[in-house]
T-cell receptor, first 114, second 114 residues
């Protein structure tokens, strides 16, 4: 069964550094999403992406965040200057099309900012 | 806009007892509803989903949920708890508006006593 994959599984970085989290969507999926989960809290929507542009973003997704699909396969989330509060698990999700289609979640990247 | 409320941040049951995890939703348009399970330090696994086909939805691992529009509820049940069911459970909603972004509840941690 096709799966969404994410790399790296874990990343430790220093405050102020840039990080790029990568996601490989399921091949025929057209809609892409990033979510984050701060330790012990609920999963929060960050951004949705379709047709090479952002469809919607939450208030969490400020100017420090950006997304792109640089090579038509990977879907990336960049945090330009990490803060301590960016420490979280980041989940990528992808969806095919059609009403009600399930989002398929990747295994997540655990980001720790020191 | 959509929202989800999970009643009870912690639920404890004995092995073999009924599991009932409560979820109420709010949506201005017909919703799609999901239950996910998350084991410690792991990703999100879809248990079941409601997409308007049938109000009683059966999922994996013996779980099921019933969509009740009049009560705006989507409670998760399992007739007999196993030790392996101990995990965090998230109810979630999405809809055609907002590009099907998924809004998660705060989660309910299920404890299963021997």
């Amino acid at each position: 069964e096709p799966e969404v994959t994410q790399t790296p599984s874990h990343q430790v970085t220093q405050m102020g550094q840039e990080v790029i989290l990568r996601c490989v969507p399921i091949s025929n999926h057209l809609y892409f999403y990033w979510y984050r989960q701060i330790l012990g809290q609920k999963v929060e929507f960050l951004v949705s992406f379709y047709n090479n542009e952002i469809s919607e973003k939450s208030e969490i997704f400020d100017d420090q965040f950006s997304v792109e699909r640089p090579d038509g396969s990977n879907f990336t989330l960049k945090i330009r200057s990490t803060k301590l509060e960016d420490s979280a698990m980041y989940f990528c999700a992808t969806r095919r099309d059609g009403a009600g289609e399930t989002q398929y979640f990747g295994p997540g990247t655990r980001l720790l900012v020191l | 806009a959509q929202s989800v409320t999970q009643l009870g941040s912690h639920v404890s049951v004995s092995e073999g007892a009924l599991v009932l995890l409560r979820c109420n939703y709010s949506s201005s348009v017909p919703p799609y509803l999901f239950w996910y399970v998350q084991y410690p330090n792991q990703g999100l696994q879809l248990l079941l989903k409601y997409t308007s086909a049938a109000t009683l939805v059966k999922g994996i691992n013996g779980f099921e949920a019933e969509f009740k529009k009049s009560e705006t509820s989507f409670h998760l049940t399992k007739p007999s708890a196993h030790m392996s069911d101990a995990a965090e459970y998230f109810c979630a909603v999405s809809a055609n508006t907002g590009g099907f972004k998924t809004i998660f509840g705060a989660g309910t941690r299920l404890f299963v006593k021997a």
